[in-house]
């Protein structure tokens, strides 16, 4: 299986993407962050994990997002750009098991 190494947008700590977090610090701008386990925002912040763990995860979790009236869907969507770029250049191990 192939993981992809990130560095959380806060402290600069390497992590694996599926070990991050999807955190909203401003609601007002609606901005978001890959952050590690020891930086997620306390209120809005999604485990990677959890949010693609299975289809009813993610359709969930999306579905919350939605209900958010502070939530952007294209500030969201600007931020998966980013984090697309960021697995395709990182750096990837592979990971036995
Ligand atoms: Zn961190």
């Given at each position: 299986m192939k993981e992809y190494l990130l560095q959380?947008?806060?402290?600069?700590k390497d992590l694996e993407l599926m070990n991050?977090?999807?955190?909203?610090?401003?609601?007002?701008?609606?901005?978001?962050?890959?952050?590690?386990?020891?930086?997620?925002?306390?209120?809005?912040?999604?485990?990677?994990?959890?949010?693609?763990?299975?289809?009813?995860?993610?359709?969930?979790?999306?579905?919350?997002?939605?209900?958010?009236?502070?939530?952007?869907?294209?500030?969201?969507?600007?931020?998966?750009?980013?984090?697309?770029?960021?697995?395709?250049?990182?750096?990837?191990?592979?990971?036995?098991?």
């Amino acid at each position: 299986m192939k993981e992809y190494l990130l560095q959380c947008e806060i402290c600069g700590k390497d992590l694996e993407l599926m070990n991050g977090y999807f955190a909203c610090f401003d609601v007002e701008a609606a901005t978001w962050q890959f952050v590690c386990s020891d930086c997620p925002d306390l209120k809005y912040d999604f485990s990677v994990a959890r949010f693609f763990g299975s289809p009813r995860e993610t359709i969930d979790c999306l579905a919350h997002l939605q209900e958010k009236r502070w939530f952007k869907p294209d500030k969201f969507f600007e931020f998966m750009e980013r984090l697309r770029a960021s697995c395709s250049y990182g750096s990837s191990v592979n990971v036995i098991g």
